[in-house]
């Protein structure tokens, strides 16, 4: 049996305070983790993709294409519309149907931030079912320079 010979208490007083130094700690090696992940998590790496072998979605009976051509020129169908006016043309083609899938095709030349403010526009003029329309896999060159 422990005790003090003389019977009495052994004079540690009880601590009522949180110890925070281990919490610290584990915050500390959390840190640490975190520190050393981050720059992994982000990808910067350079790769060409490959051509899409998806078979086909069934083609609609009367699609409706948007053309962004080598000049940067929008066509609806076969006509040529101004940037400012494609909203407006869309709402007569469709009959203000906002629902209708829009084919967007472009050039092979044309930038990629060209086709995505060509996207915006169809987006700003409620038309957010919208296709890109590329070309069969085996028409595709094996490896994009």
């Known amino acids: 049996m422990a005790g003090k ?3 009495g208490v052994d004079g540690l007083d009880e601590v009522h305070e949180i110890n925070v130094t281990p919490f610290i700690d584990v915050v ?5 983790v975190f520190m050393v992940a981050a ?5 910067d790496v350079a790769v060409d993709l490959p051509g899409s072998t998806a078979t086909p979605s069934p083609r609609p009976s009367k699609p409706l294409f948007v053309t962004l051509r080598q000049d940067l020129t929008l066509a609806l169908g076969e ?16 009959g203000d149907d ?11 030349s044309v930038e990629y931030g060209s086709v995505m403010e060509v996207m915006n526009l169809l987006r700003d003029a409620g038309y957010l079912k919208v296709a890109l329309v590329g070309l069969a896999d085996e028409a595709i060159p ?3 320079p």
């Open 5 to 7: 010979p003389d019977g």
């Open 28 to 32: 500390l090696v959390l840190l640490i």
């Open 39 to 43: 720059p992994l998590a982000t990808v």
């Open 79 to 94: 006509v040529v519309v101004a940037r400012s006016d494609l909203g407006a043309a869309l709402a007569r083609e469709t």
């Open 142 to 144: 094996a490896a994009i």
């Open 98 to 108: 906002r629902e209708e899938r829009v084919f967007l095709r472009a050039d092979r």
